[in-house]
């Protein structure tokens, strides 16, 4: 082999390092000082997060959807940072309440709502909500005078990994009907919102979605249109990597250039800025040989903080703790959660160093949808999130 052929043979059979950006000295003192499974929340790179999608759009106001991961030091941290909030539920308008955020910086965004719920936003001082269908509509006929609408139009992306506009939005056909319904009841609407599904794979729906609200916002010429909501769907990398964020935003911002200036943008962006700030630590609670295969037991599964991988259709990167050597000796393995139920499997088919039980292993991007839809089935607790500053400088306070 010529030294060109050595390289590529070594790329090759070489396993790469999940954990190659993080100092192991640090993830080490974590384990030693809380017992697993447990997840890390780094605020810093929540801050590295929202900075970025903030600069990849800019003049956009962005409204974090709490649903992907609602820990309160994450709030804080972003409230902080002057960002606003995207509610769905009364817990959520609770949760934010208590930490001293204000309605007026908050838009409820649940298509469908009991009155109670929109009570209660009302109460907590926010005005704007998404309707999406003609029943809805009728819900804000007595809240006339109180409320400013804005109308959710569905554009469906097979680009999405979780396609949201086959469950919520009207047809672009239904728009006109929805808004002099609003009008003839006194209602005021205020703008546009579409969500083309999360984790979007490309921004090719968004723009459409975009230049098709321009239209149709030019065509209703009868409205006071204050804003367009563009929703979620920013990607990150999971198993492969996705379009940088500054990349992925050139061709939105593009689009929203043919916005008449006055109108105000909105996104929600959840994952974007939850997913890459949690790692979750697990321990190797068992070992079985079975086949060709070797089964390792962990201390949480997907009924706990891996459960985006049932809800979400999101594979984490997972890697072992202890150093390894990529050219070493590695096997086909099973990496599965520690319920009696056999659909707890975190990893099938990973190729793996041999792993003793006690050694440790880290789940990257483990931020949205996560802890957010995790369970207590068999009883097994959810883990618990530590809360630090950088992860190279935990200050390890579990909140
Ligand atoms: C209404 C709404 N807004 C925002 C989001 C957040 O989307 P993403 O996590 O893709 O940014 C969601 C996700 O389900 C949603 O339903």
Redesign the pocket.
């Known amino acids: 082999m010529d030294s060109q052929e050595l390289v590529q043979h070594f790329a090759e059979q070489s396993h790469p390092d999940e954990l190659e950006q993080f100092d192991r000295a640090s993830l080490e003192e974590l384990v030693a000082k809380h017992e697993t499974p447990f997840m890390v929340l780094d605020l810093e790179e929540v801050d590295y997060q929202y900075k970025s999608l903030q600069a990849a759009l800019p003049g956009v106001k962005l409204f974090y959807?709490l649903?992907?991961l609602s820990h309160p030091e994450l709030i804080k941290r972003l409230k902080g940072l002057g960002c606003h909030f995207?509610l769905?539920t009364i817990g959520e308008v609770e949760l934010v309440e208590s930490l001293g955020i204000k309605g007026d910086q908050c838009i409820h965004?649940?298509p469908i709502k009991k009155d109670k719920e929109i009570k209660r936003a009302l109460e907590f001082g926010c005005k704007r909500f998404?309707v999406d269908n003609f029943e809805e509509m009728k819900k804000f006929y007595k809240y006339a005078g109180q409320v400013e609408l804005i109308i959710r139009v569905s554009f469906r992306s097979k680009q999405a990994v979780?396609d949201?506009s086959r469950k919520?939005g009207c047809s672009l056909e239904e728009l006109p009907v929805l808004v002099e319904m609003a009008q003839s009841n006194g209602i005021e609407v205020v703008g546009l919102s579409f969500?083309v599904?999360?984790?979007?794979l490309s921004p090719a729906t968004q723009v459409n979605a975009i230049r098709s609200s321009v239209a149709a916002m030019k065509v209703m010429n009868n409205v006071k249109w204050k804003f367009l909501d563009i929703?979620?769907?920013?990607p990150v990398s999971y198993q492969e990597e996705v379009t940088p964020i500054e990349e992925f935003c050139a061709p939105v911002m593009e689009a929203l250039s043919e916005l008449p200036e006055h109108i105000e943008v909105f996104a929600?962006?959840?994952?974007?800025i939850s997913a890459p700030s949690m790692i979750e630590v697990v321990s190797v609670v068992g070992k079985a040989k079975r086949g060709s295969r070797t089964w390792y037991y962990l201390d949480d599964g997907v009924y706990g903080g891996f459960s985006g991988q049932m809800f979400d259709h999101a594979s984490y990167p997972i890697a072992p703790l202890k150093p390894f050597d990529p050219l070493g000796e590695f096997y086909p393995s099973v990496l599965a959660g520690p319920t009696c139920d056999s659909i707890d499997v975190v990893a099938e088919d990973i190729e793996l160093p041999e792993l003793e039980v006690g050694d440790i292993l880290i789940g990257k991007q483990m931020g949205?949808?996560t802890i957010a839809s995790a369970t207590e089935f068999n009883y097994y607790p959810k883990p618990k999130i530590v809360v630090v500053e950088d992860i190279f400088d935990p200050t390890t306070e579990a909140l």
């Not at 599904?197 to 979007?200: M, V």
């Not at 929703?231 to 920013?234: A, K, L, N, T």
């Not at 929600?268 to 974007?272: A, K, L, M, N």
């Open positions: 959807a649903k992907s995207d769905a965004t649940h998404v979780v949201l919520f969500h599904g999360s984790q979007s929703g979620g769907s920013f929600e962006p959840g994952r974007f949205a949808y």
